[in-house]
Structures are given as structure tokens and as C-alpha cells.
């Protein structure tokens, strides 16, 4: 696991010398952070490479997770979907079911924190306990249209807390409490960022039967409807009409996802008989992923639907062109013409992959600038020095505060 | 300038500090500029401060976006450049507190508004609404301090550019100084009053924050050599 000081060549020292000197204005106080699984999804993956960081940097930070059964974590499935404006019903039984396990969690889990840091709706109940310390909500979901008894009900808790924070603009609400904006973040030292030997990404490449060719577009997604592949192969045929190049389609397993079978199975039928395109059921490996964004051309990802849109923060680190739908987080990340190309439909995906391929200078540049607005404010040390911020502003007063 | 100026000491050394923000949304929003007129009048200074500073702070080696959000979301989203251009334009450097700021955004939008009455219509779809979010400053003493010419140029080269951003930015609007930090103190530490005006008369919302330092450093070595 990397050290604080491995960041320094990325960041520059000042960054990170700054982030020292919030860990010592943070000594003394205990950070207690709660979610509901230890491995896999986004949050876990971000306490992985954030909990040891902030411990170096002395702010004592635990991680402690709730417990739950799998009657739980549908519903909390369902609430987490139906939050993100996905059509389901939830029934009283639903919210029985989370205050029955939420009620157990309150009587076992020991909120000892000074400050308790719950992330996600699974935990949100925890708050009923609370005593004398401070307390942050962290919503790592889209909502910006929420479902409406299913906020109303996560409202009552939120409002105990000290503070809320969201990913995006749109996403907050009007709420009685505070609530901060803090993007997500990459890690650049992880194996899904990290700088890669080019033999190594030709080795990927081959391995998967994608020849250099010509030039490559590449998509990194699940294959969800909400990602859009189907419209992702349209776009490209639509390109290769005029430009000779070839299509990756690449994303985890979708054997544990109905939707995702039927999807993948179209999106093999759209496919059939174009030999430039390559379809990618992978396995979760975060260097192959890595390994793929940097041996394409280009990245597209033309979802219909985004959280903060990691994907893409992860193909601007690379200093990759990407060509992305104005949607979720994705327009924070790139401004259009200046760090990437946004567009609202296929027509529009294929003009901008044409304009990238004719105009390699103009890509090289879009490339470089998005690779800068990614170090100046998606990497991991930005998101450490916010949340260090934020537990500062829970103790003292005022807009300007002087530490 | 002379070697004796050279070497010329402050009587009170220059200590550079450093800002850090942190955003806090308001859940006020904005879908046209009537809207967008309303809450401008009665939003927190924090607010205008973050709104007309921020494309400072997030494109630090060239900038895309016009100098304010109003401004661009003007252009962007309600599609009336002509106004954006008046807002993009205001001389933010020759304010010394947001309240005049403010006043003068106000002003031009209100004036404007006079003039073609019919923008009142326009409306921005769902998702595109105007977000005030507000700036939390954290100042942070850094463990420079100098007190010459030539210490100030070596340390203005290694600090973080929120160190420049807050001596620049934040000193003089939002703690509402006279003038900029470096200016004031090479003027009234060590006297160096048309050194400290060459710095004073920088408009620094037209360079990135590299940009402005390389500028000032610029000025800070001719003045030494």
C-alpha cells in the first residue's frame, strides 16, 4: 500500500506537506467511519485506500462495519435503485424489515467516534443513538430525483446529523443541516491508475486477440442498459463508415444480474459479424482494466445514466480523449472542448469520436488538459484534505477560520 | 534597484500563509434570471465569493471558463451571451469587499433586464438549474517567512499556489484589505512602494494562478538584479 510521501511526485510536496499539518490539527480526535461491507462497491474500495492514509497522517480513524441479512440488503438494494429513479414498489414490509435490522445494529454497534462518519443509507439508523459526539452522513448515491417515501424516511435520520455531504450540485436537497460538496476521487498510485510498462499493455491487448492496428475506441462499463452499449456499437458503426478503427466493450461478470445476461447477449448479437469488435465479459482485474484504457485511442462512455462517473476520471488520468454523455458527474469532470468532448445521443458520440480520430492534436490536447483537472481535484490527496476540512469545520465557527 | 536595496531588511518579516476551501451546498437554486436575480440578493457574501473565484481555483494551468458562474451559466444554460459577456466582464479586481461585488452583478443583471425585458421568459431545463454552493475558507500559517526581496521571490517560487491565491484573492476581497498582501508588505515593511503598485496593478482574474506567479516573480527579479 502506497505512503503518504509516494504522492508527493504527483502532487507536488506543498500538497501533501498541507495535508500534514491538518493531521496534526486532527490529533486527539477519533474518526470513526461506518458502512455496511468491507469489500466491494465503491465505498469500500475508497475506505480501503483512504482509512490507512488518514492514519498516517495521525488523525485515528477506525473503520466498523453494521450488520445485516440478506432480507436486509435486498431492501437496501431496492431503496439504493429506487433512489437512483429506478421504477420499483416499496412496501411498509420493506421499511419493517430495515428498522428490524437497523435496531439490532443500534444496540450492538459501539459508536465510540468523536466523530461518527456513516456512509450510505444501509447505517443511516445508527443516528438514533447518538450521544454528546459529531456526526456526518455521506451520500455516495444519485439523488437528484428521489424516490419519495424512500427519502422522506431516510430524512428523518438525516436531519439528526451534524452534517451531510454529496457527490454532485444536483444531488443535494433542501435540508435543515449542512451539507458539504465532495467529490469522489482516484487513486493514482492504485493498480486501476498506476502508470503501466507499454510492454505490459501490449501483453493485455494480446492476450485479449485486440490488434494496434487501428485506432481504438473503448468503453469500460457493466453491461447495463443504463451504460448504453447497444448505443455504443451504433456510434461505432456510424464511425466506421468514415474512419477504420476498432470498438472494446469491456466490463465485469453479468452472470448474477438477469438484466445484465439479456443485456450482454444483445449487445453479442449487435456485434455478430464485425470482427473489429470486441466484446470482454472480464474478470474483476484492475491492471487489465488499466491496461486497456491505455492501449485505446480513445475512451467513450456513453451512459444514460451516471453516479459520479468514476470511469472517466479514471480514462482523463490516463490522458485519454474521452468522448462521455453529459450526465451525473460527468460534466464536473469535463468541460466541453477543454479536458473532453460531452454529447446527448449516438449521432452526436459518433461525431465527436470522428472529430478525435481526424484531429489527433486536437486529442492529444484534450487528453493533457483533462489528465491536469483530474490532479488539481479528483485524486485521492484532494479527497483526504476535504474530508480532513470537514471534520475541522464540525469544530469551529464561521465561513473563515483560521487554524 | 540597488545591491543596498538588495539586501534591505524588513522590520516585520513576510509569513506566508495558505487557504484550503471547503464547499458547502445551499440547496438554493436558480432556473432563470429572475431566479437567479432574487437569490443574488440574498445569499451569503460566501456564495458570491465562491461563485466569481472558483475557475481560479479548479483550472490552475489555463482557464475554459469565464472569470464568474453566473456568467457561464448565463451563456451555457439561459443561451443569452450578451449578458454573459456584461457579467463576464466586471472588473472584479477594483472591489474591496463582496458587498460591492455583489452590488455590481446586481446592477448589470437589473440593467439588463430593463433592456430586454423578455429574458425574464427563458427557462433552463431540469438538471441545468443554477446551484449556489458557498466557499468555507481555512487559513493555515506555512513556515515561510521572509524578509527580503530575494527571500520573497525564492519562497513565492516553492509555496503552493493557495498560498498566492490567498495572499492575492482572499486577503483583499474577503477580509477586505486595501490592497494585496505582497503589495502591502513590500510597501509598508520594506518601502518599496512602486514595487508594490507594479503587483497592485495586475489584474490577477485574467492570469491562472501559475500564470500569476510567474508574473510576480518576474517583477520581483527584475527588481533585484
Known amino acids: 500500500m502506497a505512503s503518504i510521501n509516494d504522492y508527493k511526485n504527483i502532487t507536488g510536496a506543498a500538497t501533501i506537506d498541507t495535508l500534514k499539518v491538518l493531521g496534526e490539527k486532527l490529533k486527539g480526535k477519533i474518526v470513526q467511519h461506518v458502512n455496511s461491507t468491507a469489500v466491494g462497491g465503491g465505498v469500500a474500495e475508497i475506505l480501503t485506500r483512504m482509512v490507512p492514509i488518514l492514519r498516517e497522517l495521525g488523525v485515528d480513524t477506525r473503520w466498523d462495519l453494521i450488520k445485516g441479512g440478506e432480507q436486509f440488503f435486498e431492501v437496501t438494494k431496492k431503496f439504493h435503485n429506487v433512489l437512483h429513479g429506478k421504477k420499483d414498489t416499496v412496501t411498509r414490509e420493506d421499511f419493517n424489515v430495515f428498522m428490524e435490522t437497523s435496531n439490532l445494529n443500534i444496540s450492538e454497534v459501539n459508536t465510540y467516534g468523536d466523530i461518527v462518519f456513516i456512509h450510505d443509507p444501509q447505517p443511516i439508523a445508527l443516528v438514533n443513538k447518538r450521544s454528546g459526539n459529531k456526526w456526518i452522513w455521506r451520500c455516495h448515491i444519485d439523488v437528484s430525483q428521489p424516490h419519495e417515501a424512500v427519502w422522506n424516511f431516510l430524512k428523518e435520520f438525516i436531519v439528526k446529523y451534524d452534517a451531510s455531504v454529496f457527490s454532485a450540485p444536483a444531488f443535494s436537497q433542501q435540508l435543515p443541516i449542512r451539507q458539504f460538496l465532495i467529490s469522489p476521487s482516484i487513486d493514482p498510485l492504485s493498480d486501476k491508475n498506476k502508470d503501466l510498462p507499454r510492454e505490459y499493455v501490449d501483453s493485455v491487448l494480446k492476450k485479449y486477440g485486440i490488434p494496434s492496428d487501428k485506432p481504438i475506441i473503448t468503453q469500460i462499463s457493466r453491461f447495463d442498459r443504463l451504460k448504453d452499449p447497444l448505443g455504443v456499437i451504433q456510434a461505432y458503426k456510424k464511425v466506421k463508415k468514415y474512419n477504420d478503427c476498432r470498438l472494446v466493450l469491456a466490463g465485469g461478470g453479468a452472470s448474477d444480474d438477469p438484466e445484465g445476461v439479456q443485456v450482454y447477449s444483445e ?26 484504457q491505455r492501449g485505446s485511442t480513445i475512451i467513450l462512455q456513453k451512459s444514460l445514466k451516471e453516479g459520479f462517473g468514476l470511469t472517466v476520471t479514471e480514462a482523463l488520468w490516463k490522458a485519454k480523449p474521452v468522448v462521455a454523455s453529459n450526465v451525473g458527474g460527468i460534466p464536473l469532470q469535463i468541460k466541453h472542448k477543454y479536458s473532453g468532448l460531452l454529447c446527448y445521443s449516438v449521432d452526436g458520440a459518433a461525431f465527436a469520436l470522428k472529430q478525435l480520430l481526424n484531429s489527433p492534436a486536437y486529442a492529444k490536447q484534450l487528453g493533457e488538459n483533462g489528465k491536469e483537472h483530474v490532479r488539481n481535484n479528483f485524486l485521492l490527496t484532494r479527497h483526504v484534505r476535504d474530508y480532513m476540512l470537514l471534520f475541522l469545520s464540525l469544530f469551529n465557527q464561521g465561513n473563515v477560520i483560521h487554524l | 534597484m540597488s545591491d543596498a536595496n538588495e539586501i ?9 500563509c495558505t487557504r484550503l476551501h471547503l464547499f458547502e451546498l445551499t440547496g438554493i437554486r436558480a432556473a432563470s434570471i429572475g431566479d437567479l436575480l432574487t437569490h443574488l440578493k440574498n445569499v451569503s457574501g460566501s456564495c458570491i465569493y465562491y461563485h466569481t473565484h472558483r475557475f481560479l481555483q479548479i483550472h490552475q494551468n489555463f482557464s475554459p471558463e469565464p472569470p464568474n458562474d453566473f456568467a457561464y451559466w448565463i451563456s451555457e444554460h439561459l443561451g443569452d451571451d450578451e449578458l454573459a459577456e456584461r457579467l463576464a466582464s466586471i472588473d472584479t479586481v477594483r472591489f474591496t469587499s463582496i458587498r460591492l461585488l455583489r452590488e455590481s452583478i446586481i446592477s448589470e443583471i437589473e440593467k439588463y433586464l430593463v433592456e430586454k425585458p423578455e429574458t425574464y421568459a427563458v427557462k433552463v431545463k431540469k438538471g441545468n438549474e443554477f446551484n449556489f454552493i458557498q466557499a468555507l475558507s481555512f487559513v493555515i500559517p506555512t513556515d515561510y517567512a521572509v524578509s527580503t526581496i530575494s527571500e520573497f521571490a525564492n519562497v513565492l517560487e516553492k509555496v503552493s499556489v493557495d498560498s498566492i491565491y490567498f495572499h492575492i484573492f482572499e486577503a483583499k476581497l474577503r477580509l ?25 496593478h495586475l489584474d490577477p482574474y485574467t492570469y491562472t494562478m501559475e500564470d500569476l506567479r510567474k508574473e510576480i516573480m518576474k517583477i520581483l527579479r527584475r527588481a533585484v538584479k
Open chain 1, 267 to 292: 449487445v453479442m448479437e449487435a456485434s455478430k459479424g464485425d470482427s473489429d469488435i470486441h466484446i470482454l465479459l472480464l474478470p474483476q482485474n484492475d491492471l487489465e482494466i488499466n491496461a486497456l
Open chain 2, 8 to 16: 534591505k531588511k524588513a522590520a516585520e518579516p513576510f509569513r506566508f
Open chain 2, 176 to 200: 477586505e484589505k486595501t490592497a494585496n498582501d505582497f503589495s502591502n508588505w513590500l510597501e509598508n515593511s520594506l518601502g518599496e512602494t512602486k514595487l508594490a503598485a507594479k503587483i497592485a
